[in-house]
């Protein structure tokens, strides 16, 4: 980290001690996950510079689905799930925060339930998570370790349920809507937040960049490597990785 990167990370410390009890919530993407290996979708060398038939972005909608579930699950096995990946630094502290009464919420651009793994209980998944999934004629839920052993027992490679449904994992698929709850939840957190710490996110992608416009309090904070379209409007800018700003917060 830069000497930059240490001050910025300084003052995050000290508004995190002085913030009120549940002031907190804390608002992430993929960065908060790639100390964990786990690839960023959209940065370069992520997943989506990588060669396949199709365009990333339509391996993972809806009607691509849909239309060649094959496909669409070799992809989803090979690159979207990462297998035994743990929570790092920044999904410990944050734990840890809620824990102590500072952060009243986690809310999550990634699918990848590495927050709940790390102890956080109000998380708000934006995208779904990959640890649930359903079958789409019976609606019975599966873990991931059902689905990777159906995949197994499958002859095409696509998970079915005894009932022959495909078992759907419950992330949002682009041409999808969001889960209402989930978005009002979020909004709700970060309307009522003291200290918003946005971070690991390009904000490039919606409703992340419309998220923030519900905040009204003292202090946001944005911690990424890259800059984003709302570094005009944040108190604190801190260019650098996740984990090691938040493993230096006091
Ligand atoms: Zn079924």
New binding site residues.
């Given amino acids: 980290m830069d000497e930059k990167a240490l001050d910025g990370t300084r003052k995050l410390s000290e508004w995190v001690r002085a913030c009120p009890s549940g002031g907190m919530v804390f608002f992430g993407g993929a960065g908060v996950s790639t100390e964990s290996g786990i690839p960023d979708f959209r940065s370069a060398g992520g997943l989506y510079s990588l060669k396949y038939p199709y365009p990333p972005e339509r391996m993972v909608s809806r009607s691509f689905f849909d239309a060649r579930p094959g496909e669409f699950f070799d992809f989803y096995f090979d690159r979207m799930i990462a297998q035994g990946a743990k929570p790092n630094a920044a999904h410990l502290k944050l734990a840890e925060l809620e824990r102590r009464g500072t952060l009243s919420a986690v809310v999550t651009q990634n699918i990848d339930g590495l927050h709940a793994a790390a102890g956080s209980r109000t998380v708000f998944e934006l995208h779904g998570s990959v640890l649930r999934n359903t079958?789409m004629?019976?609606g019975?839920p599966f873990s991931l370790e059902d689905m990777l052993e159906l995949r197994r027992a499958s002859r095409d490679g696509v998970p079915r349920?005894?009932?022959?449904?495909i078992a759907k994992p419950d992330v949002v698929l682009y041409e999808e809507p969001l889960d209402g709850e989930v978005l009002e939840g979020a909004i709700d957190a970060i309307a009522r937040a003291d200290l918003l710490v946005v971070a690991g996110t390009s904000l490039a992608v919606n409703p992340a960049a419309g998220l923030l416009r519900y905040f009204r309090g003292s202090h946001l904070a944005i911690v990424n490597l890259s800059p984003t379209p709302a570094d005009s409007s944040a108190d604190l800018l801190v260019q650098a990785k996740v984990g090691e700003v938040f493993s230096a917060l006091a």
């Avoid at 349920?161 to 449904?165: I, S, V």
């Fill in positions: 079958c004629a019976c019975r349920c005894a009932c022959g449904g």
